[in-house]
T-cell receptor, first 114, second 112 residues
């Protein structure tokens, strides 16, 4: 059972480049989300999805796009990378509105924008 | 909007002592309060959680308390061990917005 898989683990981008961070889960979880982690600021919610075809904005959505075409996948797109997007990104998944709402996190993607 | 404040940001204790981390949430529609432990280079992992219809929950050396009126919840670790050293995050899930909002984290160091 792989759980939540994020790729890549590390990435260096130049300012203005675009890229997609991949996230896949094999637990049939309806709820998926993306967080960024910066020193002293904890985990901040970027976007989340409560099911295929449904996405919504979190606390810090600017500069990021998401889509949810399948239950398993929830990619995060940076359209034009900026140095302020240098961070560690985590994807998480859980059941939705269920008694078992534990969120499972991936191992993270460390992104550096130069 | 939703906000979760967490204190302290760092906490150093001697092995065997207790550690307490406190959080405050702003959204009165929050009904689920998990605590996560993050070890270096890894993603956060759930260690304990509590729902709004319960005031306290224990699991061996860790316990969580919730005061809904004051919008406070706390993590208590007793008989701390060096392997408890990590970053701990509290979070609150709102049934209105479906957002899981995290606190800023507490770096716990347990010295032998």
């Amino acid at each position: 059972n792989a759980g939540v898989t994020q790729t890549p683990k590390f990435q260096v981008l130049k300012t203005g480049q675009s890229m997609t961070l991949q996230c896949a889960q094999d637990m049939n979880h309806e709820y998926m989300s993306w967080y960024r982690q910066d020193p002293g600021m904890g985990l901040r919610l970027i976007h989340y999805s409560v099911g295929a075809g449904i996405t919504d904005q979190g606390e810090v959505p600017n500069g990021y796009n998401v889509s949810r075409s399948t239950t398993e996948d929830f990619p995060l797109r940076l359209l034009s990378a900026a140095p302020s997007q240098t961070s560690v990104y985590f994807c998480a998944s859980s059941y939705f509105r269920n008694m078992n709402t534990e969120a499972f996190f991936g191992q993270g993607t460390r992104l550096t924008v130069v | 909007g939703e906000n979760v404040e967490q204190h302290p940001s760092t906490l150093s204790v001697q092995e065997g002592d207790s550690a307490v981390i406190k959080c405050t949430y702003s959204d009165s529609a929050s009904n689920y309060f998990p605590w996560y432990k993050q070890e270096l280079g890894k993603g956060p992992q759930l260690i304990i959680d509590i729902r709004s219809n319960v005031g306290e929950k224990k699991d061996q050396r860790i316990a969580v308390t919730l005061n809904k009126t004051a919008k406070h919840f706390s993590l208590h670790i007793t008989e701390t061990q060096p392997e408890d050293s990590a970053v701990y995050f509290c979070a609150a899930l709102s049934y209105n917005t479906d957002k899981l909002i995290f606190g800023t984290g507490t770096r716990l160091q347990v010295f032998p």
